[in-house]
């Protein structure tokens, strides 16, 4: 009998993937990358996009989505230099990414060859972890860490592998990397449990605050417990990327402002204030004081180890938000409700004769249609307010922004969470200088059979800078591009699309697509021309 042939790196490493769970790739691939993925075995998936940011945006999404991580393939310097904004996105939005870069043949490394890039460096301090591996049959062992360092730092962790890498045989059991298992048992601290608990106890006015990081159902529910036996309000963080309360709940009340002294103005008449799940307390643009008044107690509790380190609170508690929040709920004693007045949901009627369409008569009618468990994808910075305001997140993963701030995330994040939950009707809610960043990913969407609908509001500018160099006091030197159609461009990258002008064609558009959203499997980009909104806050 034959003996059985050596494995290769490739080999094994596909073992690895099984047993993580890695099998589906997201890449935009070179020529570093054709050993590794020529031939790929059956059961390993590959997703194609046509730029490296929508590459690790769709990856975004789907690792969120799942909860788990997300499987990456970008090619040498050019791949992750294009790819770090959207890394740096993925990091803030707490998204566990395992990211394998290519890099030329380790044979001829020190000459310096054709592609050959300075990679461990190249995406600065975004990426939670990276490694190229001594030798070859490190490779397996390194990715197998980048998983377990992508899990426990939230964050994208980066491998670079040496195109003839993949070929090379394993023999033996090889070198000890990774474990097979890393278990993160959370356990409750009760003195400080019961340390939280009396600060809420005795406090006069607590207010909770919530953030992405609480955006689970477990921790939603200890939220809702906690707000309801304290009769507090609840603000949700500024920038967050997820929300993480219900906002249809009586005592939600908003978006806290990110301005630092309408930022007191809204923790004013609060003596303690308990933050979970975000920063302390994320701000744009700069403005001068504190962020609280003096008196004020300002608790966080977080699993973000960064956000803990780095935050100004009188209290930080770096655990896991839902375990320590199950504990603080029974803990806290129950006050007779207040009576406290649900928050004001802005109603909007249609448009009158010769008025235009804008984003919040978009909102009005979404809210009265989308389902309950409907998640909305939204890159909209000059009217991401009046969505907050009007369309809220009910259940978890109701909502998903971009936390980071750079634009191009929305469009491919929404197509990753529709592939990774195609049991929810996604809806991506953007500008039209938003999608121009990430435009090409409507090809993903569209060959990959992917029913998310998008709703792209087309002000034919970039609004939200307008409306910042309006605020400065000087002239924008930038023009607007009211010839570019994004219905056009969907429809060349084989994404079918509706342009819409007015309020009668929105409504009855929406009611037929909004009823078979759930069992899409095509996306639909609705190009809504609106004009700008008159404001903006932050």
């Given at each position: ?129 990276v ?15 980048a ?9 994208p ?88 309360f ?88 129950a ?53 907050e305001?009007?369309l ?30 195609p ?22 969407a ?16 970039y609004a ?75």
């Amino acid at each position: 009998m034959a003996d059985a042939p050596t494995p290769t790196v490739r080999d094994v490493t596909f073992d690895v993937f099984r047993r993580l769970g890695l099998t589906t790739i997201f890449a935009n691939p070179g020529s570093t990358e054709v050993p590794f993925l020529t031939g790929l075995p059956d059961d390993i998936a590959f997703v194609l996009a046509l730029h490296e940011g929508s590459v690790v945006g769709v990856a975004t999404g789907w690792a969120i989505a799942h909860d788990r991580p997300a499987l990456v393939n970008l090619h040498t310097t050019a791949g992750l230099g294009n790819a770090v904004g959207a890394l740096a996105t993925a990091r803030v939005n707490r998204a566990p990414l395992v990211v394998l870069v290519g890099q030329q043949d380790r044979r001829h490394l020190a000459l310096e060859p054709f592609l050959t890039g300075r990679l461990e460096g190249l995406a600065g301090d975004y990426p939670v972890w990276v490694n190229q591996p001594a030798t070859a049959q490190d490779v397996p062992g390194a990715i197998a860490r980048a998983y377990h360092e992508a899990v426990t730092g939230r964050g994208p962790a980066i491998v670079i592998v040496p195109m003839d890498d993949w070929a090379q045989p394993v023999t033996g059991t090889g070198p000890a990397a990774a474990p097979a298992q890393v278990r993160r048992p959370v356990g409750v601290d009760d003195a400080t449990v019961e340390e939280v608990a009396a600060l809420l106890d005795g406090a006069r006015s607590p207010l909770l605050v919530v953030g992405a990081g609480a955006d689970t159902a477990g921790t939603r529910a200890a939220l809702v417990t906690i707000s309801e036996r304290l009769d507090a309000p609840v603000r949700q963080e500024a920038f967050g990327a997820r929300a993480g309360f219900p906002q249809d709940h009586p005592n939600y009340q908003g978006l806290l402002p990110a301005a630092r002294g309408r930022l007191r103005g809204a923790l004013a008449g609060h003596d303690v204030v308990l933050v979970v799940g975000a920063p302390v307390f994320r701000q744009y643009p700069y403005e001068p004081g504190p962020f609280v008044e003096e008196g004020v107690t300002v608790v966080e509790v977080s699993q973000d180890p960064a956000e803990v380190h780095r935050s100004p609170a009188d209290l930080a508690v770096l655990t896991d938000p839902e375990v320590f929040c199950a504990a603080l709920a029974e803990r806290v004693t129950a006050r007779e409700p207040s009576g406290r007045p649900p928050r004001a949901v802005p109603t909007v009627p249609p448009p009158a004769p010769g008025e235009p369409l804008r984003a919040p008569h978009v909102y009005a009618l979404l809210a009265q249609r989308t389902d309950r468990d409907t998640v909305v994808v939204e890159e909209t910075p000059s009217t991401r307010q009046a969505l907050e305001e009007m369309l809220p997140s009910r259940e978890p993963l109701g909502y998903l922004g971009v936390a980071m701030g750079g634009l191009g995330f929305g469009m491919p994040a929404a197509i990753g969470v529709r592939m990774a939950r195609p049991d929810r009707p996604v809806i991506a809610i953007l500008g039209d200088g938003s999608s121009m960043y990430a435009v090409q990913s409507l090809w993903t969407a569209a060959n990959y059979g992917v029913g998310a609908l998008f709703v792209v509001f087309a002000n034919g500018g970039y609004a939200i800078m307008d409306k910042l160099a309006e605020r400065a006091g000087g002239k924008a030197p930038w023009p607007g591009f009211p010839e570019v159609r994004l219905s056009a461009l969907a429809t060349a990258l084989g994404c079918a699309a509706r342009r819409i002008s007015s309020y009668e064609d929105l409504v009855a558009t929406l009611d037929d697509v909004l009823p078979r959203l759930r069992d899409m499997d095509a996306p639909l980009l609705l190009d809504i021309d609106v004009a700008p909104e008159p404001e903006f806050n932050p």
